[in-house]
């Protein structure tokens, strides 16, 4: 079983750092394959917090090749002062592969994302400002700057010139700031290509060889499902495909390389930005879960917004990515409630059952959810290590979700700790290796 793929089911931030961090210890390499620095993981380390936006936390096994594939966009600042953070911690990071072909979000992205936004006014999307969204339009129009462009000065001045070009009127309010200025930019940015120099490589043919000989590759999704630029809540997602089917493009693998995909969904929901989410509550019990999950932001610090688990999207997305296995985060953090709701089915404004998520913006827009309720638990799930260890109702939770999905939930998340998980059933085959 060489090829793992593992996506994110819900709005993001489910937990995805951790699932891979358990499953790449036994893998070969770990490979990042679209999204740039919007992500944002913490992984604690024996009492060490390390937090990643771009390399993959498999950094910290020792010898463990991360690639950052070509399907990244990548803000080269950023990941040098990751590599820079890394190092000063005495982590080796000479197993980073970065593809020649990734894009690089330049500082126009950057200031293009946020005057955006401005822009859209009560429309905003709530973007992470990190320049996602203009590097991707430039990447589509072959406007990009690519990671193999870092490397040769004269090739690199002229694509930035031609980037540059069209986007004068909406660059106008900025036309002060140094960072636009061509020279210094382009000097800056073959700064940033000497130091990366010794990363970048050609990563799909790392990636072949690596799977062609039967080792296993992880690759993690940033983002999730519902953020999709083609089958998210648009315009509010993000510009990329975190589906499980992009693995093969931002990697430059096939579709017959990936042979399990793994889903990450929260035991409740949560979404950052703006955008629908039919099972938002905007009241004290979504206090509650924001406060007792520690919902806020890595990378942007913003509060989530809280809401029950929404088994119509779940089932969208299990669907969509192909899910042959499922990982249950933050179960402990439903503890105290009584009763768990979950919605199964949505109702539309004109009162029709909704069985499946609604392509339809306007349906979506009005959709309300109804709900099941299940008998909640007190227990701190904290130390529990067994499925056995869960009381009857965390267990009948669990498998109410696994029925309504048709995919078998393998890892349930029980608190922050790297230990604090309950591998379900039979254990992956991974960990016997
Ligand atoms: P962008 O990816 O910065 O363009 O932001 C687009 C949308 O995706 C916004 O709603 C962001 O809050 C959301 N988003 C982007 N990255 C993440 C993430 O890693 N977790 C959760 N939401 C994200």
Redesign the pocket.
Known sequence: MPGIVIVGTQ???EGKGKVTDLLAERADAVVRFQ?GN???HTIVRDGDEFKFHLIPSGILYPGKMCVIGNGVVIDPAVLIEELESLRRRGIDVGGLRVSANAHLIMPYHVML?TAGEAKLGKLQ??????G??PCYADKAARLGIRVQDLLDAKILRKKIMAALEPKQQALRPFARDPRLDLHAMTEEYLRFGHRLEPHIADTAHLCWELLDSGRTVIFEG???TM?DLDHGTYP????SNPVAGAACVGAGVGPRDIDEVWGVAKAYAT?????PFPTELEDELGAHLRERGGER?T??G?DRRTGWMDLVALRYAARLNGLTALSITKLDVLSGLDPLRVAVRYRSSQGAVLDEFPYHQSILHGAQPEYEELPGFEDDLGACRSESDLPPEARAYLRFLEDHLGVPIRLVGVGPGRDQVIWMGEAPALRAA
């Not at 509010?236 to 510009?239: C, D, L, Q």
């Open positions: 709005w993001g931030d999204g919007n992500a944002g994302d999307i709530g973007t992470t400002k990190r996602i969204g940033a983002q999730a953020l509010f997602v993000t510009s979404r950052v930005g703006a955008g932001g990378t942007t913003r």
